[in-house]
């Protein structure tokens, strides 16, 4: 019987491993890694093993645990599971514009916050203004950290010690515990609710403005639908009743869009730009779901509105940094030169034809079977996801894949666990890849992840 006296000394696997690894890394952290590997070991001898782990085995493990250790715990994925703004997965990805910006600028000093023409202090909000108020229509624009910051610094900015009336059925919870009642507490505003879950009509809001009212407020219904016997009093509207009492309209799109989604058979989003026409004074969406750029919140409106938003102390403290703003305008020049549906990943995947798809999803599925694997292509249902288009769905095209008997959840696990993980969907015990979701310069890498994660399967059936 083995005990943990057979195991080697901390120093001598210390040694041992250090002089397999060569200069390599710092000695704590070697240290800490043997520490836990005896450790380890030793649990096992207690638990009843009959041999000790031997030295070369032991550093093997060092080596592996170490090599765990300093991998970039954030990492690239690739998202297979047809969900195009997948907030888990990091929601948009970047255009290769916007990270070149982000690249170009962050490497450097930049005029961030410098008047060039003046060589005195500038403002940082000067950089996106001119974008975003060119395809918005509206008279000024700043960004913050993301939505969820916007709606708040409105707010507070605004609504501190007043009332915001909200219909009923937009006083709602938009996801990750973003809940309007307690965001609207949190700024210091009294929530006024008016109409009823399902029926608001403009004479509600007409007929709660008093005094201590600062805010008329629309929310989007981003992430989930009412039907049947519903009435929403139109942002038109509101800001008709707004205009009577003189009381500003905020409204928060959630994704906000600057591209309509009808054309690709989807319910449509709303416009940003929309919205500024109907008489919005302020309009908030994020930067990183259907505009599909960097985490940010966007405002924008009238210019004494977000005036006062800047010159709030929290404003500081929401800011934005300078590769945000390097990769935003990156991403709003291509809107404005009428590339985005080939520059912006988010528009790509949307704009993406199905026929695109389902030859891909051919070549993907006979280089499976050509490797031995139960591949077959399939069609799908892609979804845009990040709160927008609840129930909405684009017909996609990816494979279909027999996981063999370690069985669905094993080969997904295997799956999450390569380089790069791999995220599939499971559906009636076989994995579907969707590629919608994958750039075609991705399809080799993804075949060799899906074959490296069979074989690992079928190594343990073994
Ligand atoms: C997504 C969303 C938010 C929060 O936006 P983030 O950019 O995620 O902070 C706020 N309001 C609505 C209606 C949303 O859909």
Redesign the pocket.
């Given at each position: 019987m083995a005990t943990p006296r057979d195991l080697p000394s901390a120093d001598r696997l210390i040694q041992a491993a250090r002089a397999a690894l060569g200069a390599g890394p710092p000695h704590a952290l070697l240290r800490d890694a043997a520490r836990a590997e005896l450790e380890a070991a030793r649990s096992v001898l207690r638990a009843g093993a009959p041999a000790p782990p031997d030295l070369d085995t032991l550093v093997a493990r060092v080596q592996q645990r170490l090599a765990r250790e300093l991998d970039p715990s954030l990492r690239p994925v690739l998202n297979a599971s047809g969900v195009i703004i997948q907030t888990n997965l990091g929601r948009a990805p970047l255009s290769a514009g916007a990270l070149a910006a982000m690249a170009r600028v962050g490497a450097g000093y930049s005029n961030l916050e410098y008047d060039l023409a003046q060589g005195e202090r500038g403002s940082r909000h000067t950089h996106l203004e001119a974008l975003l108020t060119r395809l918005s229509g509206a008279e000024a624009a700043m960004a913050v950290n993301?939505?969820?910051?916007a709606?708040y610094l409105a707010l507070i900015a605004l609504a501190a010690g007043r009332e915001v009336i909200v219909s009923r059925g937009q006083a709602v919870e938009?996801?990750g515990g973003?809940r309007i009642p307690d965001v609207l507490r949190q700024s210091g505003a009294t929530l006024v609710e008016v109409g009823t879950t399902n029926r608001t009509y403009a004479h509600d809001y007409a007929a709660a403005c008093g005094e201590r009212t600062a805010l008329l407020m629309r929310?989007?219904s981003?992430?989930f639908r009412l039907l049947g016997f519903v009435h929403t009093a139109s942002l038109a509207e509101l800001a008709a009743v707004g205009r009577a009492h003189g009381v500003p309209v905020l409204d928060?799109?959630?994704?906000g869009s600057l591209l309509p989604t009808a054309p690709y058979g989807l319910a449509p989003e709303p416009l940003v730009q929309e919205s500024v026409a109907a008489g919005a004074d302020l309009v908030t969406f994020?930067g990183?779901?259907l505009l599909g750029g960097p985490?940010a919140?966007l405002i924008v409106g009238r210019r004494e509105l977000v005036e006062r938003l800047r010159r709030h102390p929290l404003a500081r403290a929401l800011r934005v940094d300078k590769t945000t703003i390097a990769a935003l305008e990156a991403t709003l020049r291509s809107y404005l030169l009428g590339r985005a549906l080939d520059e912006i990943p988010v528009w790509r995947m949307i704009a993406t034809p199905l026929s695109a798809l389902q030859a891909r999803a051919e070549s993907l599925a006979a280089s499976l079977r050509a490797a031995g694997l139960d591949a077959a292509p399939a069609g799908c249902q892609s979804a845009v996801g990040g709160?927008s288009l609840p129930g909405e769905s684009l017909p996609s095209a990816g494979v279909e894949l027999a996981p063999g008997p370690p069985g669905a959840e094993a080969l997904a696990a295997s799956l999450r666990d390569g380089a790069p993980p791999v995220v599939a969907r499971i559906t009636d015990g076989r994995l579907r890849f969707d590629l919608r979701t994958i750039a075609p310069e991705d399809d080799t890498t993804l075949a060799q992840c899906i074959l490296l994660a069979a074989r690992q399967g079928a190594t343990r059936r073994d």
């Open positions: 993301n939505n969820a910051a709606v938009i996801g973003f929310v989007h981003s992430n928060d799109l959630g994704s994020s990183d779901k985490q919140g709160g």
